[in-house]
Every structure is written in C-alpha cells, then in structure tokens.
C-alpha cells in the first residue's frame, strides 16, 4: 500500500507504517456508536449543590489551595477561521456595485451579518479596523454605507491587512475596557488569579501552533507587568504544540489514503484528543481545563472563579476520603463494614456502579476490585443546563463488557437513526461547557499515566473536504470524552454565567463580552 516515499513521510511524522495501517483498517471496518444507557440527571448523576454545600465547597479550596501545586491547562491552537466564515463567503460573494448588503442578507439568510452590522461599533476591534482603513481605502468616508461595510469586512479579513480570521483566537482583540483592549489569552491571566493560582503564583499552560509561538511570547511580555501588579500575582506561562504524531491518516471514500497533488499522503490533526499527551506531561496536584474563547469581561470573572472554586472543593474533598480509604486498603487492616463503606461512597459521591458479584467476592478480591476503582485520576466537571447549545453532555453509558459509567459524549458518537439512542439524546438536561478540575496523581503522590485510561474505541470519524474532493478524516478519543473514559467522574450543575465561548465573532456582542 505504502511506497518508500510514503514510509519517508509517515516516519518523518513520527508514525509507523504499521499504526497507519490500523488506522485505514478502523476507517473499514467503522467504529461503533456509544451505547446510551440513559441521560444523566441532577440526583442521577448530576449533583447540585446548595447555596451552603458551595460556599462550604468554595471555603475549602480557598484554605487549602496553598498546600497544593496548581495548574490550568488551556487548549489554545485553534485560529480564528470559524468565527469568520459567514464573512470570507460574503467577500467573495458580494457585490456592492449590484446589490445592497440588505438584499444580500435576505438572499443568502445570512442573519449573523445583519447582527454583526448592527452591532459594528461595540465589537473590541471596530477602532482597530477603522485606522486601518484610512490607509487602504481613502475613498471610505464618501463611500455609501454598503460599500463602507464591505471594505470594513475586507480590512478585518483579507490577508494583505489585518487577517483576522488567521489569527490564533487567543490572541485576537476581544474585550474593550476604556484603557485598553484585552485578547482572551490575557482574560485568562486574571481569572488564573482568582481561583488557579497557589501561594501567589498562577501557572498557566497554553497548548498552541508552533507557528504562533513567537505571538504568544510577545503578547505575555507585553502585558506581564501590569497583570502582575493588578493581581498581586506571579505568573509562569508555559506552551506545547499538539505533536505531529497525533496526526492521523485521511482517505478517500473508498478507504483508500487520500492523496494530495504532488502524490503524498493528507494527514489531519486527530482534534482534541490528541492533548491528552500534553495534558500527561504536566506536573501538579489540580489541573483547570478551560477553553481559550470561554472567557468574561473583568466585572464577571468574581462569580465565575466561585464556581471553579467550588469545583476544586469539591475534587479536595473527594480525593482526601478517597486516599485515605486506599491507605486502609493497602494496609489490608480492614473489617468487612469498612468495605461496605468505601463500596457505598464509591456508588454514592463517585458514580462508580458496582459489580451485582461484588458480595460473592472473597475478601482479598474484594479489597483489590475496590483499590482497582478508587486508584485513578479524578474529573470534577461542570455542567450546565441545556439550552440548544451544541456539543457533547453527561450521558450514562454501557460499555462492550455490560459496566455503566458516566461519560461526555459528543452528538457525533450517537447513533441517530436509533429512536432509543435519539430518544435519550433528545431528553439530555445538560451540556459540557468544557469545565473540568482534574486530580492526576494517586494517594501516594506519583502521577498516574493518563494514556492508560482512554477508551480506544471513541474515536470517531468524520466527513471533510480538501481541495473539493470528499474525504474521511479520524479523531481520536476526545480529551475530555474517550480520552478520559476510565476515570472517576463527577459531574456539577453551574449557572450558563460559566459558559461564554466565542463561536462567531457575534457572540463578542453577548453581555459577558461587553464591559458597559
């Protein structure tokens, strides 16, 4: 199948002959949807907390946040291209010579254009793009108003002036305060203040494009000081690159390795799931995981960091009962109600459904089941209520082997044309804000291997295009979904004030992204 020039490129990558290999076999042989056992619930699977449990929860993480080595890990690398698309179509579809911006709306339905129109003058970067403007176009101010919005668009956009859309999204202008304007990759900084940091140091890990390393550097040096002074607060940044070893072979609809032009085969990054080795080489006691585009403007970020806080409560709490029951275990100093203890926390505060065999097991057997299902990392995981926003929720699954665990699982792992599966998709409650505070290492302090506990078979394939021709693309487990499959998991209702994404360059307009 592979020429010598192939297997050139595949090692060049970091790949073998033989894994790509298996990866064009997943692409024959399918992989099987995500058995849905039923959606996860508040009480079932979703716990919410008083107004007391939180601040109890909060109170903790704040007293004890100094004794522990703290880190968030922020997934970075995308560009801005998404935000953008409605508007690189309107760049080469429009006309202002033929048709008003109006009627172009109205033709291609368009609605975030109008939106965005509407809105032109509150969006962080409108000042940015007016000066830019002066200098490309000397004519815009005598210019009618729909040839003023196209050239607004082309300077935002095209590649020769600002190229906004090839921006990394962490670094484009997202917030305007009255002094300055503040990317995401700086929003992150502060909140890292209020609820990451220990002994006044923030660790933040960006994952981002090698390309864009030198843009990151410069911006963190740009704003260093002031942060620091602003938050009493150190800060020690650090980045990696999603490895090119995660990339994963494209092909055709026939299953065979798309080739590009020149004869040399499309690798693709395999999406999120590809961090989960950036995540494996981190070192601390809690890991934050949050999205660069979920930030807040300053007059937010209070009530945001409560609830991570209260997440982190939540982990420190768990985790201290957890370590404590493997120390009894491993001490093998136990009565047979200390087993029916930990086999009831486990069910009741982990999730973890226990085998129907467990009390015909013999005692030593009972022991090793037990230190088998508490020994493994830990995610705490907001939650918030479903308002139609896509992506993945918490599901209860059922796995090849009959165990039932609680899982994110993503639209795309769900078979559709199943009216049960689609029945209990459609009945979800909550979605994944991605919100996750994660304990990595085990009761005697030595960090877990996290590739040991991803489930190979959520991978999932997906449809693209490449210079107009159709292809198959594989994503590996995600980060958060099959990547973390086989910890312990315990999902927390938070209020939608904890989930701002920018998605398109509309939602800037939203009010946690407006300062007045």
Not at 77 to 99: L, W
Not at 306 to 311: F, Q, S, T
Not at 373 to 390: A, S
Not at 464 to 480: I, R, V, Y
Request: glycine fraction near 4%; charge should be neutral.
């Amino acid at each position: 199948m592979f020429s010598q020039k192939d297997i050139k490129q595949i090692k060049k990558k970091g790949l073998t002959a033989e894994k790509i290999t298996s990866q064009i076999e997943l692409f024959k042989s399918g992989l099987p949807f995500i058995n849905l056992q039923s959606e996860a619930t508040i009480n079932n699977g979703i716990l919410k907390l008083s107004k007391e449990e939180r601040k109890t929860s909060t109170d903790l993480f704040d007293a004890e946040r100094n004794n522990f080595s703290i880190i968030k890990f922020v997934p970075a690398s995308g560009a801005a291209t998404r935000m953008f698309k409605s508007f690189f179509s309107f760049i080469e579809d429009y006309n202002p010579e033929v048709e008003t911006v109006n009627a172009y709306i109205n033709r291609t339905k368009e609605s975030l254009l109008a939106v965005f129109f509407v809105g032109l003058e509150k969006l962080p970067f409108y000042n940015i793009v007016l000066e830019n403007i002066k200098e490309v176009y000397p004519d815009y101010h005598e210019s009618s108003t729909d040839q003023q919005r196209f050239m607004f668009v082309k300077t935002m956009l095209d590649a020769d002036k600002l190229n906004y859309g090839f921006y990394p999204k962490g670094i484009l202008p997202f917030h305007k305060y009255k002094e300055h304007i503040a990317t995401a990759f700086e929003e992150h900084l502060f909140e890292a203040a209020l609820y990451a940091s220990s002994n006044n140091i923030a660790k933040l890990h960006y994952t981002i494009s090698e390309k864009y390393n030198d843009i990151f550097d410069d911006e963190f040096k740009k704003i260093e000081n002031i942060v620091e002074r602003k938050t009493q607060t150190k800060f020690e940044i650090s980045f990696s690159y999603q490895k090119a070893a995660t990339d994963t072979i494209a092909v055709s609809l026939e299953n065979k390795p798309f080739r590009l032009e020149d004869g040399s085969l499309l690798f693709r990054p395999s999406g999120h799931g590809a961090l989960l080795c950036n995540l494996n080489n981190l070192d601390a006691d809690i890991i934050f995981i949050k999205n660069i585009d979920n930030v807040v403007v300053f007059k937010y970020e209070n009530d945001v960091s409560e609830y991570k806080k209260m997440l982190a409560g939540i982990l420190i709490n768990i985790q201290t009962i957890a370590f404590n029951y493997l120390e009894k275990l491993e001490s093998r100093q136990i009565s047979e109600n200390e087993i029916i203890e930990i086999a009831t926390f486990l069910f009741r505060k982990m999730n973890v459904i226990i085998s129907s065999e467990f009390e015909k097991y013999a005692t030593e057997y009972q022991i090793a089941y037990l230190k088998d299902k508490l020994n493994r990392p830990i995610r705490v995981c907001g939650m918030v209520k479903n308002e139609g926003e896509p992506g993945g929720g918490p599901f209860w699954v059922k796995d090849e082997s009959g165990q039932v665990s609680l899982q994110i699982v993503e639209s795309a792992q769900i078979n559709k044309k199943d009216k049960h599966q689609k029945g209990i998709l459609k009945n979800a409650t909550h979605f994944n804000p991605v919100d996750l505070v994660c304990g990595i290492k085990d009761y005697k302090g030595n960090k877990f291997n996290l590739e040991q506990f991803v489930d190979p078979k959520t991978a999932f394939i997906t449809m693209k295009t490449k210079t107009g021709k159709d292809l198959k693309a594989l994503e590996l487990p995600g980060l958060w979904n099959g990547s973390m499959a086989n910890w312990n998991t315990i999902f927390v209702e938070v209020p939608l004030i904890t989930f701002n994404p920018v998605k398109t360059v509309t939602d800037l307009l939203k009010q946690t992204h407006q300062v007045n």
